[in-house]
């Protein structure tokens, strides 16, 4: 008796797990795989890159970044400025509704900026804000934006902050309830509009056929998450998605030879880059106050020895081996997905082993005991460098092998250990307590975030991590900060490029690549042909229609 | 009156381990280096200001508890603080309310996350449990009916290895193998179902649940034929036994009416113990198939040091460890007699 009751369910496990097959007569729905979900669909507390491609496919804000590093104008149909600069007047399109019907008015957008700059619990958006002094809607059509100051990249930061519906909004408006808003109805005036989400499982889009501007020719948009990238190219290959924002470039290959399936690399529409951070700080640029505790390897404060390092470093091997070759070999912190910012007239340290040992001979860094390790010139003590990474990542143990292996041709002993991302970042900076740290940054739009990284300023802040001081290079971040003529900044911005390169702020071993890969044979119109590779960015997503 | 002692010292024991990991997790978690309000987040468009308003969001910005700022770095406090002004008891006073604060990472009320992902975990770990229960009791039965045959070497070997097979390994095979054979890979639902009617979401959900319940019936049913087979021959070899088969009893009833009931008692452990684990989840298991169950949470809250997140997450694995074992405990003075006089 029991067990016809056992069978009786396991049949019915059977049945159920057969049932399947759905569907038929539905919208035309594009799925995309990502290893990532978005943190929350509310844009104040937003941190991760995914949440911020969700929202530009729900809000609209008053300028578009397109995919070659251009703004063009989003709810704005026209911009004025001041002659100084601190004043500028938008007039706003008309006609503009929210997902729920209700109209888009200039209250909205003046409504959504006072509360991003209100909210200094806002862990991005509100730094956005910092050089709007007040905005005004004097109509429903016009908004006049006051600045504290003339600043050359308005676009930049006005594009992240999306329009908000007041009418919404305005009861969760004060004190935490603000960041506690789940806004899982994510009413915006975007080409897409949410009809369901499931956190760490799926976003489910809807197409705003009434979009004013770039309504999309597909229906849906769902973007699945999927835990591990190798599963995602699986999830490709077996047509479960038809486009996948991540893959590991082991699988490249494989993927290649797949029929029906094209796989792109480019660079990153936000991009990013590795950096060998080397601890410079001198005991007089010491944080102490800020919990300075400076414990880095006098060496590296030599330019001589950072130079060695650098021509010692054999940045297309590190692209070869870690990367496999979907990279390109890194200069400053400024990576060549900036585009116009990017200098590239900087010519790169040649790889060369003689040269770098000649320097550090001429140097007086001779290896006296003949262990294979050079010493310091006074003899106090040898060249042995703790090099540090975060434990999550894939890459860094990689790099730090070979990196370990180039710097012992010229005499440079390393000590490699993986740290946890929170330790690193405590024992980083401000602390200075290290040697060598394996890291990167991602990069804004505009050049200014990771320009101001190598400034004194930011060293007691923790966000300048080699502790890198040069009066030059912060009188001209001041200077290319308020500079309104376009090519003047481009060219402070490059002089800047060219003086941390000379001092070997960094070592940047390379800009990595994206690389990304949808079936061939379900949606076509994908924006392939930009230096720049995001499939999943709304530029591309308005585009795409089913294949015939 | 032994028994109520029994029961009664058994059911204080449990609320005072309960006791002791509310507390232990509080500390555990903030001996753990780098700063929450950071972690994630190092940007320098993040400005002193606005670290500083996440740090008070959170709370974050009290003192530890009293004489302690912070565990790690350890800085030394001010001790005469109001008590209820520190993170402990805020922690403990809003627990008590039922109140598992808001995630740092999602800003989401705890208590909402962790009640989708329990009975997301529960599904799943559930239909493995009882399927490697099954499968692993009759395996057992069989291996000791037959014992020292050919088929119970065989059944023998089969869950000796799958018991040694990594568990994400197989899951990755099982993955692979499943997406050709178009089973759904990842999640737990196919997007946009939830306009479907009920049934036919079941069924997409048992189709998801495919895959991973294979994973985890396999792996796990070999540590239940184990012991199955070999808690049966101990039986088998008792002297009740042979008067059965002296009595002339068929190999079917003396397995039924004798052995297996009194077999079944070591087994009784193992299965609230591992239910107990259940409510964990199995992390490989979740990981690979990218199931939005409790023991991925734990890890994602772990890495972006989601402090009320993994506090709450571990009171419930401790608790359902602690009531299971509780349980088992109960059952055994059932089932077993000679315990309760202990």
């Known amino acids: 008796m029991k067990q016809k009751a056992l069978y009786i369910l396991l049949l019915a496990a059977l049945v159920l797990s057969a049932c399947g097959n759905l569907g038929g007569g539905q919208p035309v729905v594009v799925r995309i795989g990502w290893a990532g979900s978005p943190d929350t669909l509310n844009p104040g507390s937003a941190i991760l890159s995914e949440a911020y491609t969700i929202f530009g496919l729900v809000y609209d804000s008053m300028y578009k970044l397109n995919l070659d590093g251009t703004f063009s104008l989003g709810v704005a149909e026209s911009v004025e400025h001041s002659a100084d600069g601190l004043v500028y007047t938008y007039k706003i399109r008309e006609g503009v509704k929210f997902h729920d019907g209700q109209p888009m008015t200039a209250k909205d957008i003046k409504f959504s900026y006072d509360l991003y700059k209100a909210h200094e619990d806002f862990p991005y958006i509100n730094s956005y804000t910092a050089y709007i002094e007040s905005t005004e809607a004097p109509d429903d059509n016009t908004i006049v934006l006051t600045l504290s100051e003339a600043i050359p990249n308005i676009e930049s930061q006005l594009v992240f902050m999306y329009v908000l519906p007041e009418h919404i909004w305005k009861d969760h408006a004060e004190g935490s309830a603000t960041v506690e808003f789940e806004n899982f109805e994510m009413i915006g005036t975007g080409p897409f509009k949410i009809i369901e989400y499931k956190q760490n499982e ?146 790169d340290y040649e790889f060369d082993v003689a040269k770098a040992n000649q320097m550090l001979d001429e140097a007086g860094y001779a290896d006296t005991d003949g262990d294979n390790v050079r010493e310091m010139p006074d003899g106090s003590r040898p060249l042995i460098f703790r090099v540090n990474w975060p434990s999550d990542s894939i890459d860094a143990p990689r790099q730090a092998e070979l990196l370990s292996e180039m710097w012992a041709e010229v005499g440079v002993k390393t000590e490699l250990q993986a740290t946890d991302p929170d330790a690193l970042t405590a024992q980083c900076c401000p602390a200075f307590d290290f040697d060598v740290i394996l890291w990167g940054w991602g990069s804004d739009p505009d050049p200014s975030l990771l320009l101001g990284v190598q400034t004194t300023g930011e060293i007691p802040t923790g966000y300048n991590e080699t502790g890198y001081s040069n009066p030059e290079f912060d009188a001209l971040y001041d200077q290319q900060a308020v500079e309104l003529d376009l090519e003047t900044r481009k060219g402070i911005v490059w002089k800047m490029q060219e003086i941390a390169f000379n001092d070997v702020v960094y070592i940047i071993p390379y800009y990595e690549q994206n690389i990304q890969a949808y079936r061939t044979d379900k949606f076509t119109g994908w924006l392939t042909d930009f230096a720049k590779i995001e499939l999943s960015d709304v530029t591309s997503l308005v585009l795409i229609e089913p294949v015939k | 009156m032994k028994r109520w002692r029994y029961l009664s010292g058994k059911i204080s024991w449990a609320l005072f381990t309960i006791l002791f990991v509310i507390v232990l997790n509080f500390f555990l978690f903030r001996i753990l280096p780098g700063d929450p309000a950071r972690a994630g987040v190092r940007d320098p468009r993040l400005t002193r200001e606005n670290i500083e308003a996440i740090r008070v969001r959170y709370g974050l910005d009290k003192p530890i508890i009293n004489c302690f700022e912070s565990l790690n770095p350890v800085k030394i406090g001010s001790c005469v603080v109001n008590p209820l002004d520190t993170q402990f008891f805020i922690y403990i006073g809003n627990l008590l309310q039922g109140d598992m604060m808001i995630s740092f990472h999602t800003n989401r009320p705890v208590t909402e996350i962790l009640s989708e992902r329990l009975w997301n975990t529960v599904i799943l770990i559930g239909a493995g449990q009882i399927l490697a229960i099954i499968v692993g009791v009759l395996f057992g039965m069989f291996s000791a009916w037959k014992a020292r045959t050919s088929l119970d070497y065989a059944s023998l070997t089969i869950s000796l290895v799958a018991w040694s097979i990594p568990t994400f390994w197989l899951g990755v095979i099982l993955l692979f193998w499943g997406s050709n054979n178009g089973m759904p890979i990842a999640g737990m639902s196919t997007p946009g179902m939830s306009s479907y009617p009920l049934l036919t979401q079941w069924g997409d959900i048992a189709r998801h649940m495919f895959l991973p319940t294979l994973t985890y019936t396999i792996v796990y049913m070999g540590e239940y034929m184990l012991i199955m087979r070999s808690s049966l021959l101990d039986v088998l070899s008792e002297d009740y036994i042979l008067t059965a088969k002296a009595k002339g009893l068929s190999i079917f009833q003396i397995l039924k009416d004798h052995a297996i009931k009194n077999a079944m008692l070591p087994l009784v452990t193992i299965i609230a113990i591992n239910l107990g684990f259940t409510v964990g989840g199995v992390i490989q298991i979740e990981t690979v198939f990218s199931w939005p169950g409790l023991g991925m949470t734990t890890v994602e809250a772990l890495n972006r040091r989601d402090f009320p997140v993994l506090q709450g997450a571990f009171l419930l694995i401790a608790v359902a460890v602690i009531l299971s074992n509780l349980l088992a405990d109960l059952a055994y003075s059932y089932l077993d007699p000679r315990v309760k006089t202990e």
């Open chain 1, 202 to 347: 799926f976003v489910h889009l809807g197409a705003n056929k009434d979009h004013f501007e770039t309504p999309p020719k597909v229906g849906e948009v769902i973007f699945q998450t999927f835990e591990s990238q190798d599963v995602l190219v699986q999830a490709l290959k077996s047509g479960q998605v038809d486009m996948i924002t991540e893959m590991p470039a082991t699988a490249v290959e494989t993927l290649k030879a797949e029929a029906n399936v094209t796989v792109l690399n480019g660079a990153p529409f936000a991009p990013g880059v590795s950096d060998i951070i080397l601890n410079q700080v001198t005991p007089e640029n010491c944080p102490t106050a800020d919990g300075g505790l400076c414990t880095g390897h006098p060496a590296l404060q030599d330019r001589n020895v950072r130079l060695a390092l650098a021509h010692a470093t054999n940045k297309q091997k590190l692209i070869d081996v870690v990367l496999l070759g979907y990279g390109t070999p890194g200069l400053t912190l400024i990576p060549d997905g900036l585009g116009f910012w990017y200098n590239d007239t900087i010519k």
